[in-house]
């Protein structure tokens, strides 16, 4: 399914050049654009004290952290899985009988 707003999402997403204003109605996923930029800032290796992101609503900020903790587990589990594995074991494995399972 294309929205055809798509662009601007993406762009809102992966821009990191400099400021983003997001604007849109309610129930249009800016909380989840805003989630994922700020993973996605976090992936890129921008420091999270260079991060910052306004709501208007203590529910919304709530809202804003725990996607935001979701996005980053969800890459940071995704990562580690796709980390290559070692062709052989360390000598001190061998030399103990230990077996990589």
Not at 45 to 64: N, V
Not at 70 to 99: D, N, Q
């Amino acid at each position: 399914m294309t929205l055809p707003d798509q662009a601007a999402r993406l762009d809102a997403l992966t821009a990191i050049g400099g400021t983003m204003l997001v604007e849109a109605g309610a129930g249009s996923g800016k909380t989840a654009i805003l989630a994922g930029r700020i993973a996605f800032l976090l992936a890129s290796g921008i420091a999270p004290k260079h991060i910052a992101a306004i709501t208007f609503t203590e529910f919304a900020a709530s809202e804003l952290a725990i996607r935001v903790e979701r996005f980053v587990t969800e890459l940071t589990a995704a990562t580690w899985r796709a980390r290559p594995k070692p062709a052989i074991s360390s000598p001190a494995r061998r030399s103990t009988g230990l077996r990589r399972c």
